[in-house]
């Protein structure tokens, strides 16, 4: 790994030790993202890998796994990899991780639950949306129908996930319909915490050249806000999970518990709405 190569890590894990696994992204096509454009695809050998962890103080308590999604390694790399860390860091509780529905989906459930007994107890997946059409916009390389069943997946192997979202996605005119269909997918699954993201058009993505073309009209911040909205009153999980806003990409930040919190969280971004 150079030294000039810049690392993505989720803000929850900004004080977790992080360890390089893959560089680039296996898939890299969607169509709004620039992180990898330019990065070949790539794994860390497991040597280099162990050398690393070699330099970690034993007494860590997390590790998270850097990469777009290490998860691309299969299953016996992962589990060499989830072995030596239980070597070198004896007190490692938790090994987290960027995730994609198209990997996941690689792995049994059986494999999945041996991960899950070996360390692995955090991902954080890109669903995006619920809605199939921008799937197929954004050229993400999964379906809703897809999402939802690699989801159930890893609650029947106890790997907890966090669900990222975008709102903003489906464009001007189509946010309250995106946040229903999300929601509904959300509500067919558990899943640790929801996070949302505000779509951010970046030069140089193919996005951004629809944008320029007139063939993608961005919605506006009061909508985005609608949708947010919409969202919170249309989550209804089975069990507790956060609902997280907190991201720097987002128009309002407000952090709450559902269901407890929802009529809060409602109330918090409905005050910023203009009618």
């Not at 030790?17 to 794994?43: A, H, I, R, W």
């Not at 390389?141 to 106890?158: F, M, P, Y």
């Amino acid at each position: 790994m150079s030294k000039n190569d810049t690392v993505y890590y989720p803000q929850d894990e900004m004080t977790t030790v992080l360890l390089p696994v893959t560089l680039g992204c296996s898939y890299n096509k969607c169509l709004f993202c620039s992180m990898y454009k330019d990065d070949k695809y790539s794994e860390v050998p497991l040597a280099e890998i162990e050398m690393q962890l070699l330099n970690i103080s034993k007494y860590t308590e997390k590790v998270f796994l850097t990469g777009a999604d290490p998860m691309a390694i299969g299953f016996d790399k992962m589990k060499r990899l989830l072995d030596l860390i239980n070597k070198h860091l004896p007190y490692c509780a938790c090994v987290a991780s960027y995730a994609s529905i198209k990997n996941i989906a690689k792995y049994t459930v059986e494999e999945l639950s041996i991960l899950h007994d070996a360390g692995l107890r955090m991902l954080y997946i890109g669903f995006e949306t619920g809605r199939d059409d921008i799937l197929k916009l954004i050229n993400k390389g999964h379906t809703v129908n897809e999402a939802i069943k690699q989801a159930k997946r890893l609650n029947e192997a106890k790997i907890p996930f966090n669900t990222i979202i975008m709102y903003g996605i489906a464009g001007k005119g189509g946010s309250v319909d995106n946040a229903v269909a999300t929601a509904r997918m959300i509500n067919q699954f558990t899943t640790n915490r929801v996070i949302t993201m505000n779509l951010t058009i970046v030069d140089g993505t193919e996005l951004s050249n629809m944008v320029k073309r007139g063939d993608f009209i961005p919605a506006d911040g009061n909508e985005r806000l609608v949708e947010i909205k919409t969202l919170l009153e249309n989550l209804e999980p089975k069990q507790s999970m956060m609902f997280d806003t907190t991201h720097p990409t987002n128009l309002i930040m407000i952090k709450g518990t559902l269901p407890q919190d929802k009529e809060r969280l409602i109330n918090e971004v409905a005050k910023r709405i203009k009618v």
